[in-house]
Structure formats: structure tokens, C-alpha cells
């Protein structure tokens, strides 16, 4: 004899409602025979979907689930698809069916089986959630659980399935989630997310992360248009914040961090050298000096004079970053006037070039003094010559007097006042430089040649006077 305790009114009401534990039913005495006469009242149970007649068999006699009743209950409960009018009640019925089971390995073997087709589905992630909270899934579906959260951008449902039950990503997963993040530009947040789901005493991953380091940095070419923000893109803000996240976790490989200061350097840009500057102070990068002098160079090819104080303290050492500025100056002083937007603006940047870096060389001052000279600028000459030893070259020299020579001529000047340009230069030159007489002579000549004019004679008078007072 079976002993029923199914009420007929609700079991349509449990096929209508959410199903909800109910202790309502008229209690019923448990036969002399025991409870074995009552387990059939689980099926019908089952068959009417009466969910608080369930609910009163495991309460008062702690009847649950078999297995197969538990597999027939959650697939029956899982409908084509979770739309928002079907999903509440489906996944109360779930969860009801989870909480009904018999904890045993074949009811185990059920949810595991079930929760393969929730994720064929891709459809409820709560269904997934509720799954791992019954703690019946087996180590393999519990990784399959952690993947499809992973895959999905629920990370912190990821990380608490890692911390309940010491689950973690292997290196290939670990690779896959960080290329795809990396490729997409995913947030700092979602980076630091998936780097705390690996075992962090997994050699492979270990390993893995630091190939991901170097790959990562080698990745753009020197100068290429995306490092110099030429294509309009944040392609360096996603390559910087990658880069910091995996070392900021501990990841190192100082290979890919000194390729990654090249590349910062490489921007041309304040916060591409301001990131040069953190990694060599805070992970011991390096970069080859003459690269770093390429960089001085393009800095002042391109008119950004304000990245040179930048790039210089990214030298290894103190005679690098001389020799370095000493060549960048020597290369400005070479530019045109039309470089700077004219002599006045050229003079300005340069005195200024001077006094900030406090060193040259005879070549940058020299050059600076002939430019001094070609624009009679003899103030500015004067100082070069007295404060950094710059000495005008005999060829300048000639030059200017045949300039000069030919202006007074045109003029028709008669005063010897006239000449004070023109005699000027003759301080600002190396008296013994072996190649002054030559250049001395050659200038007495044309000029003898020239027409004559007033000043003419007193022009070669002084000339001569001067080559005579010269040494040997």
C-alpha cells in the first residue's frame, strides 16, 4: 500500500507558480513497515512537478532525490531558452531540485552532466552560478565553470570559484585570456583580474607570462606611426598600461623591459619618456646610448627642444649624456635660421641651449660664432669668444671682409668710421691658425682688383698691418 501525501490542489498551482517549500499538507504516520512505503509518493511527486510535496517528504522523512528522478527533474526544468518571463521560474525550480537531491557520486555524476548542457546553451549564468553552489561538480567541470566566467567577463565570480575550491587557469588558457585582452584593450581592472586566477607557483604560467612580457614589448617598431600617435589611436596607452600590470604583479624579464624603454623612448612624446625614466629607475631598464642620442637627434629634427632635458637622464652614465648633449648641440647649431623662424629666435634658443646644459664643444661654438658674424652680431660673437674659447674660421673671415668690403663700396663711404664691422671679426680668430694668411692675402687681392673706392686703400692698409702682427 502506498501512502500518499500528494494534494491535487496543488499540484496545479505548482505547475503555475514558482515553486516554493510549503508544509501545509495533513501530516501522515509512517507506516509499521517504515519508509520504504513512502518513497514511492516521490514519483508522483515528481510527476504532478508538485514541489512542496517534495519539499514535505525530505522535511519530515528526509526523503530526497534519487539520481535518475534528480537527472528527469533538471532537464525537465530547463527550458529552450531564458527569457526574462520563463527565467525566474526555471531557475527557482532549479534551484529547488538541488536542494532536493541526494548527495551521492551518481547524483554528482547529474549535475555535472547538466551543467555541460547549461554551458552548450551559453544562456544562464545564473543556472551556472547555482550549479557550483550545490558543491557537486567534479574538478573538470569546476574548470569548465572557471573558463566560461572567465570567457564571459565575470571575474569575480571567477575568482571565488579559485579561492572555494583551489581551482585554477592552466598556461594556455592564461595566454589565450591576456593576448585577447591585450589585442582588445581591455581595462587595467580586467588584467589584474585574470592574473589573479593562475597558480602562482606554476612554472608554466610563470614561464608562460614572461614570454607574454617580451612578446608584448618587442611587438611595435621603433618609431613606428602607432608609438608616435600618428594613426589616432591609444595603441601606447594600452601597450604602457599592459606592460605596468604584468610587471606590477611580479612578472620580469629585463630583456622586455629594456625593449620597452626603447619603445617609450621611441614616442618622442613627455609621456613616453616619463615612462622611460619609471622603468629605469624602478625595474633597472637600459637602453643602447646611441639609440638614445637617434632620439636627441629626431627630437631636434622635429623642433621638440623640451624633450632633451628628458631623454638625458635616461643615460646609463654621466659621459653618455655629455657626449650625447654635446652632439645634439652641435647638430642645432648647424640648423638654418629658417629652422627656428629666424636669427633672433635661433640666437634665443641656443644662448638658452648653452646656459641649461653647461657643456659644448669647439665645434657647437664655433659654429655659433660664424653664425654671430654672418649676421654682424658682434655682441653675441664677443660673448662666445669670452665666455666658451669659440674661434671664427679663416674662410668666415674672408668672407665677411668681402662682404663688408663690397657693402662700404656701394655705399660710397668715405669715413674710416665705416670700417668697424669690417675689421671687427679680426679679434675672433685664432691668431695662429695656419690657414689666416692665406685667407688674409686672398681677401688684399680681390680687393685690389675691385674698382677703386674711396676706403679701398685704407681697407687693404689695415689688412696688411694685421697680417703682419701675426706669428712666424
Not at 55 to 74: F, M, N, V
Not at 370 to 388: I, M, P, Q
Amino acid at each position: 500500500m502506498v501512502y500518499s501525501i500528494l494534494c491535487v490542489d496543488h499540484c496545479d498551482k505548482a505547475e503555475t507558480q514558482d515553486p516554493k517549500p510549503s508544509f501545509l499538507e495533513a501530516p501522515v504516520q509512517i507506516p509499521p513497515q517504515g519508509l520504504d512505503t513512502v518513497r514511492p509518493s516521490m514519483d508522483e511527486a515528481l510527476s504532478a512537478n508538485n514541489f512542496s510535496a517534495m519539499w514535505q517528504l525530505k522535511s519530515r522523512y528526509g526523503i530526497t532525490l534519487s539520481a535518475a528522478q534528480l537527472k528527469e527533474l533538471l532537464w525537465q526544468s530547463l527550458p529552450p531558452s531564458f527569457h526574462w518571463y520563463v527565467a525566474p521560474s526555471a531557475h527557482n525550480k532549479i534551484r529547488m531540485a538541488l536542494e532536493l537531491m541526494t548527495h551521492d557520486d551518481a547524483s554528482k555524476w547529474v549535475v555535472c552532466d547538466f551543467l555541460k548542457e547549461v554551458l552548450k546553451r551559453d544562456q544562464s549564468e545564473t543556472v551556472v552560478k547555482l550549479l557550483v553552489a550545490s558543491k557537486m561538480l567534479s574538478e573538470n567541470a569546476l574548470k569548465e565553470t572557471l573558463n566560461y566566467f572567465i570567457s564571459k567577463g565575470r571575474f569575480d565570480d571567477a575568482e571565488d570559484i579559485k579561492e572555494q575550491y583551489d581551482v585554477s587557469i592552466n598556461s594556455a588558457k592564461l595566454k589565450g585570456e591576456l593576448v585577447k585582452a591585450y589585442e582588445s584593450g581591455k581595462s587595467t581592472w580586467d588584467l589584474k583580474h585574470i592574473l589573479s586566477l593562475y597558480d602562482k607557483d606554476n612554472m608554466p604560467c610563470i614561464v608562460t607570462l614572461r614570454d607574454i612580457l617580451k612578446t608584448v614589448a618587442m611587438q611595435p617598431q621603433d618609431y613606428s606611426p602607432e608609438l608616435l600617435g600618428q594613426n589616432h589611436s591609444n595603441f601606447f596607452d594600452n601597450y604602457m598600461g599592459f606592460i605596468n600590470t604584468l610587471l606590477s604583479h611580479g612578472v620580469r624579464e629585463q630583456m622586455a623591459v629594456d625593449v620597452a624603454m626603447t619603445k617609450a623612448v621611441s614616442t618622442l612624446s613627455h609621456k613616453g619618456l616619463k615612462w622611460a625614466y619609471e622603468l629605469k629607475t624602478n625595474y633597472q631598464a637600459k637602453m643602447d646610448p646611441a639609440k638614445l642620442r637617434v632620439a636627441m637627434d629626431r627630437a631636434v629634427d622635429l623642433d621638440k627642444l623640451f624633450l632633451l632635458e628628458l631623454i638625458t637622464p635616461l643615460f646609463a652614465n654621466g659621459k653618455d649624456a655629455e657626449v650625447a648633449i654635446i652632439g645634439s648641440l652641435e647638430s642645432l647649431a648647424s640648423k638654418p635660421d629658417q629652422y627656428f623662424g629666424g636669427y633672433r629666435d635661433a640666437k634665443k634658443t641656443l644662448k638658452e641651449q648653452l646656459e641649461r646644459i653647461g657643456c659644448w664643444s669647439s665645434k657647437a661654438v664655433n659654429t655659433l660664432i660664424k653664425r654671430a658674424v654672418e649676421n654682424n652680431d658682434f655682441s653675441w660673437a664677443n660673448e662666445l669668444s669670452r665666455k666658451y674659447n669659440a674661434y671664427l674660421d679663416p674662410e668666415t673671415l674672408k668672407n665677411h671682409i668681402l662682404k663688408e668690403a663690397n657693402y662700404v663700396k656701394r655705399r660710397g663711404h668715405t669715413q674710416p668710421d665705416y670700417l668697424a664691422d669690417l675689421i671687427a671679426p679680426l679679434q675672433l680668430i685664432e691668431r695662429d691658425n695656419p690657414g689666416l694668411p692665406n685667407a688674409i692675402q686672398t681677401a688684399v687681392d680681390q680687393i685690389c682688383r675691385m674698382e677703386n673706392f674711396p676706403l679701398q686703400q685704407c681697407i687693404i692698409d689695415k689688412l696688411i698691418e694685421f697680417s703682419d702682427s701675426l706669428p712666424g
